[in-house]
């Protein structure tokens, strides 16, 4: 099958689930509004064309209009209608294309019950666009139809055929036994798979330096990935750019690809085309942020702002099931604006005195006091590098010791009880993450079930 791939910088995402059965025809990458164009100057002739949301723009009528622009440029070089079949994550869509399916019966919507689109979406998507022309006689029908089809085939079910009639002995045949789906057996994964896959969250992960801020940030994005969740790192601590340590396969690519290595600046510019500016660690899980040799101070300033930060939120936390910000506490006064769409803050303390205190003295340095107190009532505590002989006042000095010392009114706008989200014991494989380039939760049960634990606790109870 040949086909006509518009999918904007996405592209580059379904050519890697497109088998050697389908022949993507076009080499550049193609938004909707572009795509009539190419089609005049190149003359195709696809099978079947697939559309992603990254080849939209914001605006439902100019889509509409490049939509049949399209149609009408394939009109002229195939004598039967083409499939179009657009694959999208906006629930709205189905809505808004009505009229469109109605008008041309070749069109399609499907969409995802999911935040993200995915491979599985992907291929069925491929398999509809080479379905074949659509028969003028079956417009109507068709058209009347689709929506539903495309739901059921992301579902994996086939259209609903009309019920045939019941024989007379079919009331004495026995019944066939339900199959009973398998129930995780530890309370974690329990409580985790009630959490819908539809969610959408953004955790800022912050702390004094040095209190394992990239690290928590690092294995909670890796933890959800493991959880079949997808998330994005955002990497905002320009001057130390800490993932390149713990993501060695970022940093290397970063030294060969400019446009990697101004990854953040690319995705605060167009977020939408993330696909392309931000660096895939692994299926579910996607990392945004300079590589050691970006060195451009006037690009840093143009583009890494609240306002462009503030966009990349709004859009992409429609895209992602968590973005995970590194943003230590030194860092926050400069994006305090962006404070309001932050559903939690994982705050991050060592078991300690001293980090209780430097904790604090950031907050009252860096932060106006009704940004401190937003931050105290928005915040969970996660005690990094937990010691268990650590003491205060002759007790061991157990996280929940450590959430009354904080908010004990050593500082007046930070006096709200906080939440303990978990604590990660302290071993010499918090050191070995850099070495390795394996994050903890891969590296044993233990962290696993910790990160697993702090990341249940900043995802309840937000958005």
Not at 4 to 29: C, F, K, P, W
Not at 223 to 228: K, L
Not at 313 to 326: E, G, K, T
Not at 350 to 356: A, G, I, K, R
């Amino acid at each position: 099958m040949r086909l006509l791939l518009i999918a904007g910088g996405y592209g580059a995402v379904v050519r890697q689930y497109i088998t050697s059965m389908t022949e993507v025809i076009n080499d550049e990458e193609l938004i909707l509004g572009s795509a009539a164009r190419y089609i005049a100057e190149s003359a195709p002739e696809p099978d079947g064309v697939l559309v992603t949301d990254e080849a939209l723009t914001m605006n439902a009528e100019k889509d509409r209009r490049d939509l049949e622009a399209l149609i009408s440029g394939l009109a002229a070089y195939r004598p039967s209608p083409v499939p179009v079949v657009l694959v999208t994550a906006d629930s709205w869509k189905p809505k808004e294309w009505e009229g469109l399916c109605a008008k041309f019966p070749q069109v399609r919507v499907i969409v995802s019950d999911y935040i993200r689109i995915t491979p599985e979406l992907v291929g069925q998507g491929i398999s509809l666009a080479g379905s074949g022309p659509i028969p003028a006689a079956g417009a109507a029908r068709m058209g009347a139809r689709e929506t539903t089809a495309g739901r059921d085939a992301v579902k994996g079910k086939e259209p609903e055929a009309s019920p045939s009639r019941k024989s007379f002995l079919d009331r004495f045949r026995p019944k066939p036994k339900e199959r009973n789906t398998p129930e995780p057996t530890d309370a974690l994964t329990r409580e985790l798979n009630r959490i819908s896959l539809g969610i959408s969250r953004v955790v800022a992960v912050t702390g004094h330096r040095g209190s394992g801020v990239t690290s928590t940030a690092v294995n909670l994005a890796s933890e959800a990935g493991r959880r079949g969740l997808t998330a994005l790192i955002v990497d905002l601590d320009i001057d130390y750019r800490s993932t390149n340590m713990y993501f060695g396969s970022f940093h290397e690519t970063t030294k060969r690809d400019e446009d990697i290595n101004a990854s953040l600046i690319r995705t605060l510019a167009r977020p939408q085309d993330y696909a392309a500016t931000a660096f895939p660690i692994n299926a579910n899980v996607w990392l945004t942020g300079l590589g050691y040799g970006f060195d451009d101070t006037r690009l840093i300033g143009q583009f890494v702002t609240e306002a462009r930060l503030t966009g990349l939120l709004s859009l992409l936390r429609n895209r992602f099931n968590l973005i995970v910000l590194d943003l230590p506490l030194d860092l926050l006064g400069q994006y305090s604006e962006i404070m309001i769409h932050i559903d939690s803050f994982g705050l991050c303390v060592p078991n300690d005195l001293y980090s209780v205190l430097s904790t604090l003295r950031n907050v009252e340095n860096g932060l106006h006091k009704e940004q401190a107190a937003y931050l105290n009532a928005k915040s969970k505590l996660v005690v990094t590098k937990y010691n268990d002989r650590s003491r205060f006042k002759g007790e061991i000095f157990m996280p929940e010791s450590v959430c009354r010392v904080l908010t004990s009114g050593l500082m007046d706008s930070f006096t709200y009880e906080m939440k303990v989200a978990g604590h990660v014991p302290y071993s010499s494989d918090f050191d070995s993450q850099i070495e390795s380039d394996v994050p903890l939760v891969y590296t044993s049960a233990h962290y696993e079930q910790a990160y697993g634990n702090i990341l249940l606790r900043l995802l309840e109870g937000t958005g």
